[in-house]
């Protein structure tokens, strides 16, 4: 749902967000400046984003067969399953969920064809499951799909809209723009929202266009880093690198996005797939299933329902994990954690097997530090103790996900 970006424009934006981030404490960005402090207070004001997101997302299985009927279906799922108990409570309705036209008085109007209920109702039927209701639009003349109107040019009207239905939570996307910048268009929502009488997490689907993570935070409680996930190994790992490098510009109330999740699609092995929950785990990304939660396997709903590596997304600290090292296919992937702790991922991008190991210097604990790890996909405790690094043995196009605790 946005435009393609090929090999050398992503190697530019690499290069280019490198020298960026280094900057950005010093950066400033005049559009988005003005009244930013108040726009911020008032989003931290409503708790929203404390944690990165967790629920479900409409596009990336259904695209834009979607209608009432899925999901309150989602919804009941979520609760039947037990995963809306582990925070996944946002029920998304992406793209196409409105007519072409709006009303006479310029509101949007929900398809008859598929939301004959209307939203409102709804979002009754999604709260009175304990969850909470997300919607769609964008920042342009129309949708990605230009089957329905963005909100350009109505954005204190569609705000007010989707306050009045109990929406919760909005994706704002970027297609069919006038030209302007994001930096521009944006904020303009976000006061929207504010003055709108109801919290509503604000999501940035900006695709990294104008690397939001240099100005998001005082404008919405997440973006996106990059162009849309595909469900297969490599774009999965293109996706997460281009996020790594906006690591340090996440925290409580704003995060980095790297898109929707892809596991129980049926385009990776379930190796691929717990290597894609783990990399999203460790760099707090939300967590937004994009599979169709009515008919998971049981090797899906393991991975998605694994409270250890949730914990490590949900972790109070907030702070991102980075590729603190990379040897060939053989990457470190490590963050810290509440309570002294460390979150560590070892990945193997290989299609062989590699004994990968950790460097206490590079994760960032003291050389003579006793670690003991935490097995999180094994759920156990190992019982070795750890001196000045960890070594695994690691399968190829997977990881191994480990907890560190000092205890000397």
């Known amino acids: 749902m946005e435009r393609s970006m090929d090999v050398c424009v992503v190697v530019a934006v690499l290069m280019l967000c490198s020298m960026m981030v280094s900057t950005a404490s010093s950066m400033s960005m005049p559009e988005a400046e003005n009244s930013s402090e108040e726009l911020r207070g008032n989003l931290l004001a409503n708790g929203l984003g404390l ?9 990336n299985h259904f ?10 279906e989602t919804a009941d799922a979520l609760v039947s399953t037990g995963l809306a108990k582990l925070g996944y409570i946002y029920v998304n309705i992406d793209d196409c969920w409105a007519e072409m036209h709006r009303d006479a008085k310029g509101n949007l109007l929900p398809k008859n064809s598929t939301f004959p209920s209307g939203i409102k109702a709804l979002a009754d039927y999604v709260h009175s499951k304990g969850l909470k209701l997300g919607i769609y639009s964008d920042a342009g003349q129309f949708t990605c799909s230009k089957t329905m109107p963005g909100s350009l040019g109505h954005e204190e009207q569609d ?28 904020p303009v929502m976000t006061r929207a929202l504010t003055k709108a009488g109801r919290p509503i997490f604000f999501s940035l689907c900006e695709w990294g266009d104008l690397h939001p993570a240099l100005w998001g935070f005082k404008v919405g409680n997440s973006w996106r880093t990059t162009n849309d996930i595909s469900d297969n190994w490599n774009s999965m790992l293109s996706i997460i690198d281009l996020n790594e490098v906006y690591a340090d510009l996440a925290r409580p109330g704003g995060w980095n996005d790297p898109d929707m999740l892809e596991v129980g699609n049926g385009g990776m092995k379930n190796n691929e797939y717990i290597a894609h929950f783990s990399l999203w785990a460790i760099s707090k990304a939300p967590l937004l299933l994009g599979c169709d939660v009515r008919n998971l396997t049981k090797e899906t709903f393991n991975i998605i329902s694994n409270q250890e590596v949730i914990a490590v997304n949900q972790d109070s600290l907030g702070i991102q994990a980075k590729k603190v090292r990379m040897e060939g296919n053989s990457e470190i992937w490590a963050g810290p954690l509440s309570g002294n702790r460390v979150a560590l991922v070892l990945l193997n991008r290989a299609t062989v097997p590699h004994s990968i190991t950790g460097n206490w210097d590079d994760i960032g604990i003291p050389e003579n530090s006793v670690i003991e790890a935490r097995d999180v996909w094994e759920h156990k405790t190992l019982e070795t103790r750890f001196v000045g690094n960890l070594t695994a043995n690691v399968e190829p196009h997977s990881c191994k996900m480990f907890v560190l605790k000092p205890i000397a």
Not at 63 to 72: F, L, P
């Open 51 to 59: 944690t990165p997101q967790m629920g479900w997302n409409s596009w």
């Open 63 to 72: 695209n834009c067969k979607v209608d009432e009927k899925v999901i309150k």
């Open 159 to 186: 705000a007010k809209t989707f306050a009045s239905w109990g929406i919760d939570y909005l994706k704002y996307d970027n297609c069919y723009n006038d030209g302007t910048k994001p930096t521009v268009r944006y």
